[in-house]
């Protein structure tokens, strides 16, 4: 799979900027508001949901009983919370495209 770039904020921003017409700074400060958001809604528990783009959904995971893949010692993996990505069938379908 080749790889062609990275989207960033900044590149978020200057697409608002050139399509919306918001100056630089109003253009960043909604990235970074809709990003805080999305983190504040993460942090208390939620999904995350963009319709037509995909849903980030949080999972519980039990403790479990790991093994050091070196040693082959078994060592418990604590319990914990874990982000996923699940992109929507718009997304797939668009990405299958290119």
Do not use: Y
Request: one cysteine or more; a positive charge; hydrophobic letters at 40%.
């Amino acid at each position: 799979m080749r790889s062609i770039g990275t989207l960033t904020r900044a590149d978020l921003a200057e697409s608002i900027n050139r399509r919306v017409g918001l100056s630089r700074a109003d253009s960043l400060g909604m990235v970074e508001s809709i990003l805080t958001h999305m983190c504040d809604a993460l942090a208390d528990g939620q999904n995350v949901k963009i319709s037509g783009f995909g849903t980030f959904l949080l999972r519980d995971k039990a403790e479990r009983v790991g093994r050091n893949p070196k040693t082959g010692i078994e060592v418990p993996i604590t319990p914990r919370r874990v982000l996923s990505f699940r992109a929507s069938q718009m997304l797939k379908d668009r990405i299958g495209e290119a």
